[in-house]
């Protein structure tokens, strides 16, 4: 099906593996998935084996990376949040390689995946939750007690704390996962018009112009948003760690 | 930046009367000085440029999707929570009914803090001698 812009999502068992009824087969994704690795770490260690003073066009993409992200969590978290700087860099750049590879053609988009999604989300919740326990111990809950209510509103604030506390994964997944998915369902809509159209003579190769110039725009707003994504989802996972590191003050 | 016993010419301007001699120490020190402040300055207008959010249909639509979404995920965590409880504990219909409330509240909450109308949650205080109360 051509024209069937589900299609594109559709997992595709590559390499079938099942180990005890569990299935850990090496689909299209996994493969994507490794790319997106691999790709990563390539451009990331192509570009800085040089090491020039005066950088290179590509080494300096890679500086601005390191640097906006180094700023976003020291911003958000403080010095002492920069003990989370690999994570939150390998993070950024794995979102954000994902994201640009699912635009090319043919190329299947893993964040378009939710498990993806809300695998990554829940290990930045698990980090600050992991993280926060060790080091404040049960002083850390108190990140759900609001200060200056009154005693008998804690009943009901803190429970909602706890909802909005445990909400965060959530929409950090469905964010992404949804921004993707949707774009991708859009521009393969649009080409499908153009093909449709396209097919009914002359009249409607006229017609099908306009169809195009959308899917023209619209990769070029996919793009926007690959990058857009991979930096919300940064800022957020730095303001989510910040809760672990100073659990008391914004 | 050229290795600093022999300045390049690359920098100065043409038309200055002594565009061919070589710059002393003191001037090339100057100069320095000068970019600094110039680079300050501009970091500083850079820092406070960004905090404005642009205006466009793209960032509109991106934050329309950011508030929705966690608006959404609240509910559905309370709708959650509440068919858990009732699953486990046997209170049906109660903790649907009073988790979706509380999520609906928790959906809100997420919505005005997202959007800064809401102070952060401040929780307890800790010791403040940690890197947080260093000015910016």
């Given at each position: 099906m051509a024209n069937d812009p589900i299609h594109q999502f559709q997992i595709a068992r590559w390499i079938p593996i099942d180990v005890g009824g569990i299935d850990l087969s090496f689909t299209n994704s996994s493969f994507f998935m490794v790319a997106t690795v691999a790709v990563a770490s390539a451009f990331l260690y192509l570009t800085s084996s040089?090491?020039?003073?005066?950088?290179t066009r590509l080494q300096s993409v890679s500086e601005m990376a390191y640097e906006f992200v180094a700023s976003t969590l020291r911003d958000s978290a403080g010095t002492a949040g920069m003990r989370f700087f690999p994570f939150v860099f390998s993070l950024f750049m794995f979102v954000l390689t994902a994201n640009v590879l699912g635009?090319?053609?043919?190329?299947?988009?893993?964040?378009?995946q939710i498990i993806v999604t809300f695998a990554l989300a829940i290990l930045v919740i698990g980090t600050v939750l992991v993280y926060g326990f060790a080091k404040h111990g049960f002083k850390f809950l108190g990140v759900f007690v609001p200060s200056g209510v009154p005693a008998a509103l804690l009943l009901l604030v803190v429970p909602i704390e706890i909802i909005s506390f445990l909400s965060r994964p959530i929409s950090l997944s469905v964010r992404l996962f949804a921004n993707m998915l949707a774009g991708h369902i859009t521009l393969k809509v649009f080409a499908g018009f153009v093909v449709s159209l396209g097919s009914l003579g002359a009249l409607g190769i006229g017609g099908a112009i306009l169809p195009l110039i959308m899917t023209v725009a619209i990769t070029g707003l996919e793009f926007l948003v690959a990058f857009l994504q991979a930096y919300v989802f940064t800022v957020l996972a730095c303001m989510y760690l910040n809760d672990a590191v100073h659990p008391g003050g914004h | 930046m050229a290795t600093g016993n022999e300045p390049d010419q690359?920098?100065?301007?043409?038309?200055?009367?002594?565009?061919g001699k070589p710059l002393t120490s003191v001037e090339l020190e100057n100069r320095r000085r000068d970019l600094e402040a110039k680079l300050a300055s501009k970091g500083v207008g850079r820092k406070t440029g960004s905090k404005d959010e642009g205006t466009g249909t793209a960032s509109g639509v991106a934050q329309a999707m950011k508030l929705s979404s966690e608006f959404i995920a609240g509910v559905l965590v309370g709708a959650g929570l509440g068919w858990l409880a009732d699953r486990f504990l046997g209170t049906s219909p109660w903790g649907l009914i009073i988790l979706l409330l509380l999520g609906f509240c928790a959906g809100t909450l997420n919505i005005l803090r997202s959007a800064g109308h809401v102070a952060e949650n401040r929780g307890f205080e800790l010791d403040k001698s940690d890197d947080r109360e260093k000015p910016e």
């Open positions: 040089n090491r020039g003073l005066i950088p635009l090319f053609p043919y190329f299947y988009t893993v964040t378009s | 690359s920098g100065s301007v043409g038309n200055t009367p002594d565009a």
